[in-house]
């Protein structure tokens, strides 16, 4: 071998190692998934000189290919990636990540059937390759590069791409990990003194007044909101704040289980109860033994279930599937439900007798169309939580977009309005949210909406605060949480003063 090839090999080892170097010390720097992996997939693009990537995470909960990461793919595709998530199994990366295969096309990529998402196959892409990434023999995520025109990558080329998934797919795991221990860290902090719970609603004010009477009575509660209002945060910060804080919190959906399953989650079973029952099983209702058992759409259970649930609220035992001796246990039952629960016991599918088992404390949870004034503070606040996980510098939300977001119905409530801004802080290429970064179907149907531009919010809640207090200036003024001073200047700019 003649001293020039020598030459150029070592130079190949020496830019696949520096490469493979520059990316582990990427990974190793930071434990903020967003951050680490924007990093790392510009330097895999910048040194296999192709036009754009992407890097999805795997959400275990949902199985959904989550788009942590991407650069210079159309608005067109990131729109449909972050709206509309492919799932493990789906499209093109959904396979890669079920079947934990590497796909290499060369070639007119954009027509691989493979592709079932329109928006990919307009893409227009010319050389595709995604490879998995994993941690511990699990796929954790997988990454795609892809160019617009003809390239022909060196081989070399690919077996620097493989081996960079390997410190890739370990500080995914890592990162996750820590998000985690951050969220169990802040989810029982966050509910400390309800300063989880952003509301300037009076009905909001006046629930948290009932809630602070509650927190510590042995009775159980029932919650009604519609979905998204927030349920399961006015539970846990029951739980958080009472004298149970340090033992579990347990929620289960009752509706997304069959009643066999069901019943085994919830009373436990012994071995030899069914087939499949090789060994005994805690129940939840064990397993939250001097804590909180939260109980979402209870009234989603079947009738059987029903009684079994009514016999524990009565005297605090249960018997586990297969047994014959009862166990006490000391557990708070709140529960929940986005259907009136009056009205399932006229159609006979709620029972009237565990309805007032349930409803010895009721909660009624007040729809965000019916909190707008709630809007402002919770945009805020959301803008600020997803500039943190995303790694970005949004500063706010312009007055025209915030307008639009006032005037729309929310169906889905503060859930809605959460995934909104999500969406918003994704896409945005401004220093703020404008109307063009919030869904169509929003200000399409705010253009026919009555007047609630923040003025009119802000006046018609002044009126509404100082008809709670019979027109005394300085408890609406304590309510509102402004000076009387400030309170003065807003009514006579409203031409509210008499």
């Known amino acids: 071998m003649e001293s020039k090839e020598i030459l150029a090999m070592l130079e190949r080892q020496n830019k696949k190692l520096s490469i493979l170097y520059e990316i582990s010390l990427t990974v190793s720097k930071s434990l903020?998934?967003?951050?680490?992996?924007?990093?790392?997939?510009?330097?895999?693009?910048?040194?296999?000189?192709?036009?754009?990537?992407?890097?999805y995470v795997i959400n275990e909960d949902t199985m959904e290919m989550v788009p942590v990461s991407f650069k210079n793919l159309s608005e067109t595709v990131v729109r449909d990636l972050t709206e509309n998530k492919v799932k493990v199994g789906e499209c093109m990366c959904g396979n890669i990540a079920q079947f934990d295969c590497e796909v290499i096309i060369?070639?007119?990529?954009?027509?691989?059937?493979?592709?079932?998402?329109?928006?990919?196959?307009?893409?227009?892409m010319e050389f595709y390759a995604g490879v998995p990434l994993k941690a511990k023999g699990k796929v954790v995520g997988v990454l795609c590069v892809i160019t617009h025109k003809p390239y022909t990558p060196e081989p070399e080329m690919l077996d620097i791409l493989r081996a960079a998934t390997v410190p890739i797919g370990l500080a995914i795991e890592n990162a996750l990990l820590f998000e985690g221990l951050l969220k169990e860290v802040?989810?029982?902090?966050?509910?400390?003194?309800?300063?989880?719970?952003?509301?300037?609603?009076?009905?909001?004010?006046?629930?948290?007044n009932l809630v602070r009477k509650v927190l510590n009575l042995p009775t159980s509660i029932l919650i009604h909101g519609e979905s998204g209002t927030g349920k399961e945060l006015?539970?846990?910060?029951?739980?958080?704040?009472?004298?149970?804080?340090?033992?579990?919190?347990i929620p289960i959906n009752c509706a997304a289980l069959p009643e066999s399953l069901l019943e085994s989650e919830l009373f436990g079973y012994l071995k030899g109860a069914f087939t499949g029952a090789n060994t005994d099983k805690k129940g939840l209702l064990e397993v939250a033994d001097g804590g909180t058992l939260f109980l979402d759409e209870v009234n989603s259970m079947s009738p059987n279930l029903q009684v079994k649930l009514l016999r524990f609220l009565q005297d605090r035992t249960f018997y586990k599937v297969g047994g014959t001796s009862a166990q006490a246990v000391d557990v708070r039952i709140i529960a929940a439900t986005n259907q009136d629960p009056e009205e399932g016991i006229k159609k006979n599918t709620f029972r009237e007798d565990l309805y007032y088992r349930l409803n010895v404390?009721?909660?009624?949870?007040?729809?965000?169309?019916?909190?707008?004034?709630?809007?402002?503070?919770?945009?805020?606040?959301?803008?600020?939580?997803?500039?943190?996980?995303?790694?970005?510098?949004?500063?706010?939300?312009?007055?025209?977009?915030?307008?639009?977001?006032?005037?729309?119905?929310?169906?889905?409530?503060?859930?809605?309005?959460?995934?909104?801004?999500?969406?918003?802080?994704?896409?945005?290429?401004?220093?703020?949210?404008?109307?063009?970064d919030l869904p169509e179907h929003i200000s399409l149907t705010s253009q026919a909406s009555p007047d609630l531009t923040l003025e009119s919010i802000e006046r018609e809640h002044i009126i509404r605060v100082l008809k709670l207090t019979a027109g005394n200036r300085k408890k609406a003024a304590e309510i509102l949480g402004i000076n009387p001073s400030t309170l003065w200047r807003k009514l006579r700019r409203y031409r509210l003063l008499h």
Not at 396 to 414: Q, R, T
């Open 32 to 55: 903020h998934l967003n951050t680490i992996l924007n990093e790392v997939l510009q330097k895999i693009i910048d040194f296999m000189e192709v036009d754009a990537g992407v890097i």
């Open 106 to 124: 060369n070639e007119k990529a954009s027509q691989d059937k493979r592709f079932t998402r329109e928006s990919l196959r307009a893409e227009g």
């Open 186 to 208: 802040d989810d029982k902090q966050k509910y400390l003194d309800f300063s989880g719970i952003l509301s300037n609603s009076p009905k909001m004010q006046q629930i948290m």
């Open 234 to 249: 006015i539970a846990r910060a029951i739980h958080f704040n009472s004298i149970r804080k340090d033992k579990p919190f």
């Open 361 to 436: 404390v009721r909660i009624d949870i007040p729809p965000l169309r019916e909190r707008k004034e709630d809007i402002p503070l919770l945009v805020r606040y959301f803008i600020n939580k997803y500039n943190r996980m995303m790694d970005k510098n949004i500063r706010g939300i312009s007055d025209e977009a915030l307008s639009l977001m006032i005037k729309y119905h929310w169906p889905g409530n503060v859930r809605e309005l959460e995934n909104t801004i999500q969406r918003a802080i994704i896409i945005t290429e401004e220093q703020e949210i404008t109307p063009e």
